[in-house]
């Protein structure tokens, strides 16, 4: 970014409840005054900040988001993906308090994938705020489980074993912008691939996998760090023990990825998770092109025919009981999350913006605090809704 703009932003801390004012100076929080220190209704924990109370909004860290596909329309997947494609996404995905993001490709032929890193590699040197948004690039697949179910709607002729040349290929590509790989440790080559890569900086996700337990746990020791929408992307029926999931669940060295959008996982999954994983557990939207479109019928390229109903799930038209990806961002997250009573709207908030940040290593995991940066979204919450209303990106306002 050539320059940051000074901003100075006003509202209700998401966590403490004081009214607060942020300086952000060069693109980090300079100085927080506080307001009133009195927690403005704070105590009434029942709802995050008790009733409505003025008309200032939250102030809370911006949302950072490990897998999203594409967005209105757009997909990151598409065999003519450009820059432009790229940019208008990151423009649309600030829109929505996204201030950090990974986006995700999936399992393709090997020159699919190559092309795609290289378009998203050139708008993020075309374009400096792209680049400081795109904190770097999922590769989600093809080394993935060949087995129905698991594999979700990657598509079976693509998915091989993992290949440390070919990945090599790909980084040079992507000029160094891959960070995560999602893949399953299924493969007998799996954990000496997962070494190569955690050597060289990227962060390893366990996902659409059959692995057996002590795959996974081989896994885990080469450094797998992650699970990749966890409990998504598995066979549909499983033994009762051991299986796929307790061997995630019980890996305190894996966090955990959820898509929290009320469709994909049901609410008891989201709560033994959270539980379970505690700090680790982490929202991501895994949203599809068609997030952010009207409700439909759509004829898709990639999905077949799928319907987006007025509630926002995204399932094959023929089969209504099947998804077809998901067609909403974190903010449905922290929104069904909160208002279910799984977890509170800080932590959820949390969850969508600071712990993705700290699994990563970005500077944006010290949230609203001096010397941060000024990745700020100023949103409201009345119970039931969670909206955006501005986002800062290193202290650069959007609205
Ligand atoms: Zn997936």
């Avoid at 998915?159 to 493969?187: H, M, N, Y």
């Avoid at 023990?241 to 049901?266: K, M, R, T, Y």
């Avoid at 399932?315 to 974190?330: D, F, I, N, R, V």
Wanted: proline residues 5%.
């Amino acid at each position: 970014m050539s320059e940051y703009n000074d901003a100075v932003v006003e509202g209700i801390h998401y966590r403490t409840g004081e009214r607060i004012r942020l300086i952000c100076k060069d693109g980090k929080i300079s100085e927080i005054i506080v307001l009133s220190n009195t927690p403005d209704k704070c105590n009434e924990r029942s709802h995050p900040f008790g009733e409505e109370k003025e008309e200032l909004p939250l102030i809370g860290p911006g949302l950072v988001d490990l897998q999203i596909n594409g967005f209105q329309g757009y997909d990151f997947n598409n065999r003519h993906l450009t820059p432009e494609t790229v940019k208008s996404v990151t423009r649309l995905l600030r829109q929505q308090g996204v201030t950090s993001y990974y986006p995700t490709l999936i399992t393709k032929s090997s020159e699919h994938i190559e092309r795609a890193l290289r378009t998203i590699a050139a708008a993020c040197t075309e374009d400096l705020e792209v680049a400081s948004m795109i904190s770097g690039i999922h590769v989600e697949g093809p080394y993935i489980s060949p087995k129905d179910g698991a594999r979700g709607a990657h598509a079976l002729k693509w998915v091989r074993k993992p290949d440390f040349e070919e990945f090599t290929q790909w980084q040079q590509a992507a000029e160094g912008r891959i960070k995560l790989i999602t893949l399953s440790p299924e493969w007998e080559n799996a954990e000496v691939f997962i070494r190569q890569c955690v050597a060289a900086g990227i962060t390893i996700s366990i996902g659409h996998t059959s692995a057996s337990s002590s795959q996974i746990k081989a896994a885990v020791a080469a450094g797998a760090s992650m699970s990749t929408h966890f409990g998504n992307g598995i066979q549909a029926e499983l033994p009762r023990h051991p299986n796929v999931l307790w061997a995630q669940l019980a890996a305190d060295e894996l966090s955990c990825c959820l898509i929290a959008d009320g469709f994909h996982l049901p609410k008891e999954v989201l709560k033994v998770a959270l539980k379970v994983k505690g700090d680790q557990a982490l929202l991501v939207s895994d949203a599809v092109a068609l997030c952010g479109m009207p409700p439909g019928y759509y004829d898709t390229p990639v999905g077949g025919k799928v319907v987006l109903t007025p509630e926002g799930r995204l399932h094959l038209a023929e089969s209504p009981e099947l998804l077809a990806g998901s067609a909403q961002l974190l903010t449905r997250g922290i929104e069904h999350l909160t208002r279910s009573g799984i977890c509170r709207l800080e932590r959820a908030w949390d969850m969508a913006s600071v712990i993705p940040s700290s699994m990563m290593g970005l500077s944006s995991a010290r949230g609203i605090e001096v010397g941060a940066p000024a990745d700020v979204l100023l949103a409201s919450w009345d119970g039931d809704q969670f909206k955006v209303l501005r986002t800062y990106k290193e202290g650069k306002c959007s609205e």
